[in-house]
T-cell receptor, first 114, second 114 residues
Framework: AQTVTQSQPEMSVQEAETVTLSCTYDTSESDYYLFWYKQPPSRQMILVIRQEAYKQQNATENRFSVNFQKAAKSFSLKISDSQLGDAAMYFCASPRYSGYALNFGKGTSLLVTP | DTGVSQNPRHKITKRGQNVTFRCDPISEHNRLYWYRQTLGQGPEFLTYFQNEAQLEKSRLLSDRFSAERPKGSFSTLEIQRTEQGDSAMYLC????????????FGAGSRLTVL
């Protein structure tokens, strides 16, 4: 079965510090995208960052970056200079065997403390 | 572009009743997805359409669940003979056939079965 594993149910970080959320995935696709989504409390899912598997360079979006290890099927999210507004559930996603729909992990709840 | 719209936002029903949710995707998106999310969990894939064709359906989806996208635009998800275990947030997402297949989510329809 294709699965996405997020081994950290909860993480805490102080404002302005850096935190890394981990994710491992399993897919049979050879070329694919990986995603991190953010879901603030009672609000809808929004895309944080995406990584194309055949690109060796790790994706970066402002304070958000990934550490993509294709052979290990590892895809971690690093948040630098954490802000109070970063507090949310973060979900890692990888493609299903259809190649289009996504499988999501169980999420990591990120708490940002002042 | 008003994003992905879902209605109703919240439905309370009694066990055994039928409910229907509607999703209006982003107009230029031809892929549409339904997910279910329970409290503290990641989105669980239900089904996926490309235009009007239902291309993938989760094995977890019982026969009480049916989804349609008759004209390749909006979609409906119907749950027949609801059970208390159906209580969840039902998320709709859409994506374009080109590019990275980024899923854009709606705000969700919350179902409470009494």
């Amino acid at each position: 079965a294709q699965t996405v594993t997020q081994s950290q149910p909860e993480m805490s970080v102080q404002e302005a510090e850096t935190v890394t959320l981990s994710c491992t995935y399993d897919t049979s696709e050879s070329d694919y995208y990986l995603f991190w989504y953010k879901q603030p409390p009672s609000r809808q899912m929004i895309l944080v960052i995406r990584q194309e598997a055949y690109k060796q360079q790790n994706a970066t979006e402002n304070r958000f970056s990934v550490n993509f290890q294709k052979a290990a099927k590892s895809f971690s999210l690093k948040i630098s200079d954490s802000q109070l507004g970063d507090a949310a559930m973060y979900f890692c996603a990888s493609p299903r065997y259809s190649g289009y729909a996504l499988n999501f992990g169980k999420g990591t709840s990120l708490l940002v403390t002042p | 572009d008003t994003g992905v719209s879902q209605n109703p936002r919240h439905k309370i029903t009694k066990r055994g009743q039928n409910v229907t949710f509607r999703c209006d995707p982003i107009s230029e998106h031809n892929r549409l997805y339904w997910y279910r999310q329970t409290l503290g969990q990641g989105p669980e894939f239900l089904t996926y359409f490309q235009n009007e064709a239902q291309l993938e359906k989760s094995r977890l989806l019982s026969d009480r669940f049916s989804a349609e996208r008759p004209k390749g635009s909006f979609s409906t998800l119907e749950i027949q003979r609801t059970e208390q275990g159906d209580s969840a947030m039902y998320l709709c997402a859409s994506s374009s056939v080109s590019g990275a297949n980024v899923l854009t989510f709606g705000a969700g329809s919350r179902l409470t079965v009494l």
